[in-house]
Nanobody, 123 residues
Framework: QVHLVESGGGLVQTGGSLRISCAVS????????MGWYRQAPGKQRELVAA???????LYGDSVKGRCTISRDNAKTTVYLQMNSLKPEDTGVYYC?????????????????WGQGTQVTVSS
């Protein structure tokens, strides 16, 4: 069992920055990789970024160069630093425990999700 709790969302202006966090507990050693997804109103959930246990990273095309995913050494917290935020970054951000393939090209979401944290970027 893995338990995920997101935090740090809020309201930010266009061009601003925000760092959101995901606290990870439970069977941490079983986790291959962690991912951040977001879901905007009326849209499908999309992958924002993922990081493996070996620190391989993968980013969605819409956030490349603007976001950085990281995790602490104990692998109990995963962060998503978002810069140069745009209104289209608005949505609920969820963290997930899953698998990042060996070449870092595809992230397979697992069954464990957090409850989400709202990020709103005002224009």
């Amino acid at each position: 069992q893995v338990h995920l709790v997101e935090s740090g969302g809020g309201l930010v202006q266009t061009g601003g920055s925000l760092r959101i966090s995901c606290a990870v507990s439970g069977n941490i050693d079983s986790i291959n990789a962690m991912g951040w997804y977001r879901q905007a109103p009326g849209k499908q959930r999309e992958l924002v970024a993922a990081v493996s246990s070996e620190s391989t990273t993968l980013y969605g095309d819409s956030v490349k160069g603007r976001c950085t995913i990281s995790r602490d050494n104990a692998k109990t917290t995963v962060y998503l630093q978002m810069n140069s935020l745009k209104p289209e970054d608005t949505g609920v951000y969820y963290c997930n425990a899953g698998v990042l393939d060996y070449n870092g090209k595809y992230y397979y979401p697992g069954d464990y999700w957090g409850q989400g944290t709202q990020v709103t970027v005002s224009s």
